[in-house]
């Protein structure tokens, strides 16, 4: 009995139904047709600044960021990007970021910066005394738009497959997932956004202006490139992304490295 497929409700069949004998053909496009990035190196324990650096490679935008070694170099970053700013602990061993209190936000001038990376600091020594501390990441603080969710992992069946969702506090109210098999084109990228309980969230509205949908699903698509190419990496969840009215923007990302079994 428990092995037999169960649908709950008339709707949900049907629509199952529906899907198994649509006639229109998934599109799945040669991923290396067109120009794509050099190999990108990935550090044995990749951090979030690691993530970064890859989906940069992949032409997706990421925040004005910097890593830093040394508190005169936090300055002189926080000064180039503009305050406020967000400061981040980078250590491979601490990957509950917020939970181990290694984050400083919405830093407002020199005085609370220099206060917020000692203290940051101090945070990640007593969460993992142990730890080996890469640098403090330096980050502008990114407001406005919606927060959007991009998830890579590898599937035993299907292989990468890519994950959108809306994230932040509608993520907990509209609790939704739009799969597909990676690489994918924009085309489709456009049809996962627009199957996504959030996409009222991106159209125009009372008091809301209309948020840049080409941009998100131009950097979807090269999600799933990145998806598809790297074979390295096992998952890659980027959340949030802001999706604003002029392009769009990550600001966190966590990555898992591939273990290879000897």
């Not at 290694?102 to 206060?115: C, G, H, S, Y």
């Not at 509209?174 to 597909?180: N, S």
């Not at 959030?198 to 490139?225: H, K, N, T």
């Amino acid at each position: 009995l428990f092995r037999s497929p169960y649908i709950p409700g008339f709707r949900r069949c049907f629509e199952a139904l529906r899907l198994v004998f649509e006639r229109e053909p998934a599109f799945r496009p040669n991923p290396l047709s067109g120009t794509l990035p050099p190999k990108c190196p990935l550090h044995p324990r990749p951090t979030e600044y690691d993530a970064k650096v890859l989906l940069r490679a992949y032409g997706i935008p990421v925040a004005r960021e910097a890593l830093c070694h040394s508190l005169a170099e936090a300055l002189t970053a926080a000064e180039s990007i503009g305050y406020p700013v967000a400061l981040k602990v980078m250590s491979p061993s601490i990957l509950r970021k917020t939970e181990a209190r290694v984050i400083a936000l919405d830093v407002q001038n020199e005085e609370e910066l220099k206060n917020a990376y000692g203290r940051t600091l101090e945070k990640a020594r007593i969460a993992d005394p142990s730890a080996r501390i890469r640098g403090v990441l330096v980050q502008e603080m990114v407001r406005g738009g919606a927060e959007w969710r991009m998830e890579y992992r590898k599937d035993l069946r299907f292989g990468p497959v890519v994950e959108a969702s809306i994230s932040g506090i509608y993520g907990e109210v509209l609790p939704d997932g739009v799969l597909r098999a990676a690489p994918f084109r924009k085309e489709e990228a456009l049809r996962m956004i627009r199957e996504s309980r959030g996409y009222p969230l991106l159209l125009e509205g009372w008091r809301r202006d209309a948020l840049d949908i080409e941009a998100f699903s131009e950097a979807l698509a090269a999600f799933s490139r990145l998806a598809y190419c790297e074979q390295d990496i096992s998952r890659l969840d980027v959340n949030p992304v802001f999706v604003n009215r002029r392009g769009v923007l990550v600001v966190d990302a966590f990555i898992e490295r591939r273990v290879r079994r000897k």
